[in-house]
C-alpha cells in the first residue's frame, strides 16, 4: 500500500492547479480520461457478449436476475444502479425476447416481480460467469491494491449515495 500511495501523492502532485492561459491537454482532463476508460470497457465487454444477442447493460441485469429473481423492479433498480426509465425500457426489450416475465407480487398488489424464464436463468447464469471472468481480465493489467483504490476512487467520484 505504501508504495501505491507514494505514486498517487507524485501524480497528484503532477497535477497541481495550472496557471491562467495554459491549455489544458486531453490527458490532462479527467472527463476526457474517464469517457476513454467507459469506451475500453464498454467495448471490451460488448465484445465478451457477441453472440448472445443482449446489450452491455441488458446482459449485466440478466446476469444480475440469475442470483437475484422474482425481485421487484425497484428493487432491481436500486441494485443495479439504474434508474426507472432506463430499466424499465431494458426490462420491455429482455421481456419481448421472453428472458423475463413480469408477474404480480404475492404479498404486495402494486407490484410487480421481475422473474426470469426458464431461457432467461440459462442465460444469465452464463451472462454471469462471463461478466466475473471479464471483470477479471479487463483489470487483469492493474495489481489487487491498484484494482482496489480504482474501484475506492470511482465510487467516490459517484458520490455518497452510490452504494
Not at 480520461?33 to 467507459?38: D, G, I, T
Request: net charge positive; glycine share 8%; with cysteine.
Amino acid at each position: 500500500m505504501f508504495v501505491c500511495k507514494q505514486f498517487v501523492y507524485k501524480l497528484i502532485n503532477s497535477y497541481r492547479e495550472r496557471p491562467i492561459g495554459v491549455i489544458m491537454k486531453p490527458q490532462d482532463c479527467i472527463f476526457f480520461q474517464l469517457a476513454k476508460a467507459h469506451q475500453a470497457g464498454a467495448r471490451f465487454w460488448t465484445r465478451k457478449l457477441s453472440g448472445f444477442n443482449v446489450t452491455a447493460v441488458q446482459g449485466m441485469v440478466l446476469g444480475f436476475l440469475s442470483e437475484n429473481d422474482r425481485i421487484t423492479a425497484r428493487k432491481l433498480g436500486e441494485r443495479t444502479m439504474l434508474d426507472s426509465a432506463t430499466l424499465t425500457g431494458i426490462l420491455d426489450r429482455i421481456e419481448k425476447a421472453e428472458f423475463i416475465e413480469r408477474r404480480p407480487h404475492p404479498e404486495d398488489r402494486r407490484a410487480l416481480q421481475v422473474c426470469l424464464t426458464s431461457e432467461g436463468r440459462v442465460l444469465g447464469e452464463t451472462l454471469l460467469e462471463r461478466s466475473i471472468a471479464a471483470n477479471r481480465e479487463f483489470l487483469g493489467r492493474l495489481t489487487d491494491e491498484e484494482q482496489m483504490i480504482l474501484r475506492i476512487l470511482l465510487k467516490k467520484l459517484r458520490g455518497k449515495d452510490s452504494g
